[in-house]
């Protein structure tokens, strides 16, 4: 496998449900995001983890809770979402500089995405 | 961050150049321009960043006016798989607490036979 992977690609499920998304990248990066994509609407930044620790949550509900393991793996875990939920979960990675004082500005390498319905 | 403004659909042919640009009148000092490209259920690919001037790769070309209020993504002699949505954003190099990129509404272009 390379480059970032996202499991499921598609994921339908239940307001009363739980379920987890896995994203996975193999490029040796130290930062990880989730994004939300809804219909025609641009994308969202949702949390932000650099070295494994979160460094931003844009305000998400708590219905939606994030995991990150190890610097690659990142997990997004879903519990009583609504339907207004239903988008495409994108998490993408990136390599950031080690210490507050070193600006570093990379690409972000972006997964397939998980595409979730919420019924 | 700065806001960006981008035109929301343009279309055109196989084989012409297709130049879209974005306007960041607030962009700051420390800001670069950075181009994603995105098609249908996938997620964006880097295309493309710029500090001031030109920059040009194997794929496209980023114009930068001196102001740097504007910058123009040319992509020569499109194909039809160039039909994409096209996303420009302005961010600073940020700290190492992680790049904090914002995507705008992007630009959808279709490239017709």
Known sequence: ?119 | LAKTTQPISMDSYEGQEVNITCSHNNIATNDYITWYQQFPSQGPRFIIQGYKTKVTNEVASLFIPADRKSSTLSLPRVSLSDTAVYYCLVGGRVKAAGNKLTFGGGTRVLVKP
Request: charged letters at 15%.
């Open chain 1, 1 to 119: 496998e390379t480059g970032v992977t996202q499991t499921p690609r598609h994921l339908v499920m239940g307001m009363t449900n739980k379920k987890s998304l896995k994203c996975e990248q193999h490029l040796g990066h130290n930062a990880m995001y989730w994004y939300k994509q809804s219909a025609k609407k641009p994308l969202e930044l949702m949390f932000v983890y650099n070295f494994k620790e979160q460094t931003e949550n844009n305000s998400v509900p708590s219905r939606f809770s994030p995991e990150c393991p190890n610097s690659s793996h990142l997990f997004l875990h879903l519990h009583t979402l609504q339907p207004e939920d239903s988008a495409l979960y994108l998490c993408a990675s990136s390599q950031v500089g080690a210490g507050l004082a070193v600006y570093s500005y990379n690409e972000q390498f972006f997964g397939p995405g998980t595409r979730l319905t919420v019924l």
